[in-house]
């Protein structure tokens, strides 16, 4: 596994969705350099070569997938209402 940037998965998926279904790293830094973002060419090459040959949707519908197989887990239930909280609700409807 390598680290990726959002902001490079961001701007390969604007490429596709403008219709570029292969993207090059100079299509991705062009795209981040028209927001004043500097591409990192490293991470670029790594995401070119994990996403070469295959279809994006299906990509995202498989990791889709995935975490929808994740059982929820910890974070338990929110928090406890503050002290009070329901009195200015009863009082707006008498």
Same mark, same amino acid.
């Given at each position: 596994?390598?680290?990726?940037?959002?902001?490079?998965?961001?701007?390969?998926?604007?490429?596709?969705?403008?219709?570029?279904?292969?993207?090059? %790293?100079?299509?991705?830094?062009?795209?981040?350099?028209?927001?004043?973002?500097?591409?990192?060419?490293?991470?670029?090459?790594?995401?070119?070569?994990?996403?070469?040959?295959?279809?994006? %949707?299906?990509?995202?519908?498989?990791?889709?997938?995935?975490?929808?197989?994740?059982?929820?887990?910890?974070?338990?239930?929110?928090?406890?209402?503050?002290?009070?909280?329901?009195?200015?609700?009863?009082?707006?409807?008498?």
């Amino acid at each position: 596994a390598f680290p990726l940037s959002m902001k490079h998965v961001a701007a390969y998926l604007l490429a596709v969705l403008g219709g570029n279904a292969s993207p090059s %790293e100079k299509d991705i830094s062009n795209i981040l350099g028209s927001v004043g973002i500097e591409a990192d060419g490293a991470r670029v090459k790594d995401l070119i070569a994990a996403l070469k040959g295959k279809n994006v %949707e299906e990509v995202i519908a498989e990791g889709s997938k995935k975490l929808a197989s994740l059982a929820p887990s910890g974070g338990g239930g929110g928090g406890a209402p503050a002290a009070g909280g329901a009195a200015p609700a009863a009082a707006a409807a008498a």
